[in-house]
């Protein structure tokens, strides 16, 4: 799933830009991908809500 959300995030990207989509490096995309998800403080997964005892 991931490798497929990434990859049309791509096709996205060179389309916008007119771009081949073939020229642009998928480890690169798959690197600022780690980068920006990297920055979200979020907890994944989920973590259940803290109970009062």
């Known amino acids: 799933c991931?490798?497929?959300a990434l990859a049309d995030l791509?096709?996205?990207?060179?389309?916008?830009h007119r771009v081949d989509p073939d020229r642009i490096s998928f480890l690169r995309a798959r690197n600022t991908a780690r980068r920006s998800?990297?920055?979200?403080?979020?907890?994944?997964?989920?973590s259940p809500p803290a109970t009062s005892p």
């Not at 791509?10 to 916008?16: C, I, L, Y």
Request: no cysteine; hydrophobic share 40%.
């Open 2 to 4: 991931l490798y497929q």
């Open 10 to 16: 791509v096709t996205d990207a060179a389309r916008h």
């Open 37 to 46: 998800v990297s920055r979200i403080t979020a907890d994944f997964p989920p």
